[in-house]
């Protein structure tokens, strides 16, 4: 080859195709000019110790090859070495329907509902939301209190009924002789704080409620207390009035459901609290009588 087309070559980057790297072995294969580079002649074109010098005989004349036409450079893609196609299969998106959602949270024990309820952006509060609020305590309670949503307090900590409305409710209890976490339950319509305490939509209520669902599924308690008109409405599906539903059994599919004023209105109305406790103590009369076995005259929903 001529120094200047050997140069040539270099400038195109071909050079070291063309460069014939190892002397072929005597009776050995030529080293075919074009070969692709391979890894063994990667490694052959690593500097080699220098061969033992050997005798060389006479020349010999030989007819001089003549060259093979030199084909064209080709894009890498047209020479690249085949390789095995991989086939990736991804995942689509899992979209479900409404009724896939639901029965999918009928299925959920309490660790799958509460991570599900605390990674939940299934409706637009989670946007504002610091924090869900799954509900707290007795998970085999016989109580089971539901309020709407959480406030400011519940929202940053995570837990309802906690700041003045929750220590009302508190001291409710007490007078009753029960406490949080023994053998009551609490949790709300929405888990999650609707800004500025306003009432959730029907659609953030439609959104939350299979949460709340599963739940009473798995507490199965005796007796649901609605704590204020969101719940009641949303659990009995029936407008009405707290006062016209006060002093009642409803029945929440095969739970009895009885109706009061929530903890933060009785803290504007602190004469309504006398109306509270009576609900609460009509309550737990039909708990007992319940638990005796009487007919406490339950009103279907
Ligand atoms: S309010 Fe309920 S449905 Fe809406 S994002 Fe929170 S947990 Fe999900």
């Known amino acids: 080859m001529s120094k200047r087309r050997s140069q ?25 000019l074009g070969d692709a580079p391979s890894s063994a002649a990667a490694s052959a074109a690593a500097p080699a110790p220098a061969p033992a010098p050997t005798p060389t005989p006479a020349p010999t004349p030989t007819p001089t090859p003549t060259p093979t036409p030199t084909p064209a450079p080709t894009p890498a893609t047209a020479t690249a070495p085949t390789t095995a196609t991989t086939i990736t299969t991804t995942t689509a998106p899992v979209t479900t329907t409404g009724a896939d959602r639901i029965a999918g949270v009928m299925r959920m024990d309490w660790p799958l509902l509460a991570e599900t309820v605390a990674g939940c952006t299934v409706c637009g509060l989670a946007r504002s939301r610091n924090c869900t609020v799954f509900g707290v305590g007795d998970r085999r309670a016989s109580w089971l209190l539901v309020g709407e949503g959480p406030g400011a307090e519940e929202d940053a900590r995570g837990e ?6 929750g220590r009302l409710l508190d ?38 409620e299979p949460y709340l669902h ?48 929530h903890p ?38």
């Open 8 to 32: 040539i070559l270099d400038e195109m980057g071909l050079g070291p195709r063309w460069r014939l790297r190892v002397p072929p072995p005597a009776g050995g294969p030529a080293v075919a």
């Open 264 to 301: 933060a209105y009785l803290l504007r109305s602190l004469a309504e609290k006398a109306k509270a406790w009576e609900d609460l103590c009509f309550a737990r009369a039909r708990v007992r009588e319940w638990a005796a076995g009487e007919d406490a005259g339950i009103v279907q929903s």
């Open 171 to 208: 001291n409710m209890l007490a007078a009753m002789g029960m406490k949080r976490g023994e053998d009551v339950f609490i949790a709300n319509i929405v888990k999650c704080r609707p800004p500025d305490n306003r009432v959730p939509t029907a659609a953030e209520v439609a959104s939350c």
């Open 214 to 261: 599963r739940q009473i599924e798995l507490v199965r308690p005796k007796v649901i207390i609605a704590l204020g008109k969101t719940a009641a409405v949303t659990l009995l599906g029936k407008e009405q009035s707290i006062a016209s539903m006060r002093g009642k059994v409803f029945r929440y599919r095969d739970t009895p459901l009885i109706v009061t004023y």
């Open 160 to 165: 309802p009924f906690v700041g003045q409305s």
